[in-house]
């Protein structure tokens, strides 16, 4: 596999420099919260999941304009009052236009406040669950959020723990070209055998370097990707 100093060089190449690269993989407006991770409400964690899952296929700026109204149905996310919620008070909530109507993706909330009070029963807030997940086995965090959550599977577990602050690469299509293009990858991109191979890549990479492995997935998609400098950083890295 290619060495990190291979890869910096030529991203700084493509993006203006090396002075111009280290803004970009520092660039932290868009991901993230001023609060650490493990110092958030689980209210928090639940909000975030379920916007990533709304957004999921759907125009952005339409739920964040909505996401007041979100809260407000949903009792800010309140685990308890959320689990506690009958099925046709869930039915009513999808039916509200002040929200996005969709009753599957409604039903994601319910079960996704299951997921984190059954991990809480483990002495722990979910916040400092994920927090305390180790970095290099990041692709196990993404398969307990398939498993035990709902739609939290494929980039949308991923794009929520980038959000919340957990540090984490993605699967993005500057990152999956550079992979096949590397032949470090074959068959599909979330294969078990794939993920391994990602997971392992990084793994490498980071102990070549000190950076983090966001930084690193902007790292890999700047040295593949389109060579200009996108807005929306989080479609490209």
Not at 19 to 38: A, I
Request: aromatic share 12%; with cysteine; hydrophobic share 40%.
């Amino acid at each position: 596999m290619e060495s990190f100093k291979a890869l910096y060089h030529r991203a700084a190449e493509r993006k203006g420099g090396e002075k111009q690269l280290k803004l970009l993989l520092n660039d932290n407006s868009y991901f993230g919260d001023d609060v650490p991770l493990q110092q958030l409400g689980d209210d928090r964690i639940l909000s975030a999941f379920t916007k990533k899952v709304f957004q999921s296929g759907f125009v952005w700026r339409v739920v964040e304009n909505k996401w007041g109204n979100f809260e407000e149905s949903f009792f800010n996310f309140d685990i308890e009052k959320v689990l506690m919620m009958p099925e046709e008070m869930m039915e009513r909530k999808a039916a509200d236009p002040k929200i996005i109507r969709n009753f599957n993706k409604v039903k994601t909330i319910k079960a996704n406040a299951q997921m984190i009070f059954e991990e809480q029963q483990n002495g722990h807030s979910f916040a400092e669950f994920l927090a305390h997940w180790p970095s290099d086995d990041i692709i196990g965090l993404w398969a307990y959020l398939k498993k035990n959550g709902q739609r939290l599977g494929g980039n949308t577990g991923p794009y929520s723990l980038r959000t919340l602050g957990k540090d984490t690469f993605l699967l993005t299509r500057d990152i999956e070209a550079y992979f096949r293009a590397h032949d470090l990858i074959s068959g599909g991109i979330q294969t078990k055998s794939s993920l391994k191979a990602i997971q392992n890549s990084f793994n490498q990479w980071q102990s070549e370097c000190d950076l983090s492995l966001t930084q690193l997935s902007r790292l890999v998609a700047f040295a593949t990707g389109d060579n200009h400098i996108h807005i929306e950083q989080e479609e490209s890295a």
